[in-house]
């Protein structure tokens, strides 16, 4: 039997924390790889103070993969959240004027950098960066989520993220972990009960501070959830940063291919690669009987890729589940549901591709 991810998981499960629930119920096993036998993963405890009272436990996880059929080798590090008291704001202005820079440029670290788009509001596309981020994240990948959103930011609330972000010298900003995921938001920097009443300038700088003065690290990918619509943060996006490409994200209505099609239009003006389109919302299962209603039609997503000739990359159901582990805060990626696994096929699908 192949050794999986799955199978690591489910015995890191017998393993039951003193105040409840395991190190898998809890979310506190990250960056777990699996390469010819060796397993290597690590234990996020929630401070440092419960971290140095966990090294027990990081022992016996070691010892109880040991002995899984398969497994060569184990690695097991111990590691933990910074300080929860008082955390030092960051001291700098968000949304300044954008500096000049001689060209395109990335994140140090970073090594691939995808656009999630969408032509129109409402078709699902936060939900499908901040599943497709923690689908990558479980499948081993290093992964970052940019909520470019900068109008309506709504990763903090799906990601299940509030507090503000800490700042060691007021210019770099140390940006949030959930779910195996590293995230930052304009929305974690705001009032949340305000609203962002900012011209073009203002957002295109936001945008530029939190691709180059958050501490990112290395990456494999970092998503960038952006707003809907053709505006200045798109612009900005494919003009001064080096993109791998963009996902389109629509429903099968023909009123969002409508502005789908204007997408991928934009994208390809501005030179940067599409690298496929994603049908959410593309059918209904009752659960209660198992009937399939295509609430939004069917296949019209599908129809369009071959049109334009723009890969397919998944067909997503809607789903109860998924809209209540949004707002919950905790992705339905980050589960073992029908759901999980379409997004687990995305995920492998654009790794298998070399796009992730």
Known sequence: MALTRE?????LRQLALP???????????RALTISDGAVRFVIEAPSPAIARQMEPLRVAAEQIVSRIAGVEGVSVALTAHGPAEKPSAPSLKIGGHPTPQAGPTKPSGVD????IASGKGGVGKSTVSSNLAVALAREGRRVGLLDADIYGPSQPRMMGVS??????????????????????????????AKAVVWRGPMLMGALQQMLGQVEWGELDIL??????????????????TQLTGAIVVSTPQDVALLDARKAIDMFNTLKTPVLGLVENMSVFCCPNCGHETPIF??????????????????????DLETRLGGDAGTPIAAGDSAAAEAYAALARGLIAGGMA
Do not use: F, N, Y
Not at 297 to 318: C, F, S, T, Y
């Open 112 to 115: 691939r950098i995808l656009a």
């Open 7 to 11: 199978t690591i998981e489910q015995t």
């Open 297 to 318: 039609g069917h296949g019209g997503v599908r129809a369009e890729a071959k049109k334009m000739d723009v890969p397919l990359l998944a067909e997503l159901p809607i």
């Open 163 to 192: 507090k503000r972000p800490a700042s060691p010298d007021g210019k770099t900003i140390i940006p949030l972990q959930a779910h195996g995921v590293t995230m930052m938001s304009i929305g974690l920097m705001l009032d949340p």
């Open 223 to 240: 998503l960038v959830d952006l707003p809907p619509g053709t505006g200045d943060v798109q612009l900005t996006l494919c003009q001064r």
């Open 19 to 29: 105040d409840g629930g395991d190190l898998i119920s809890r979310d506190m096993v």
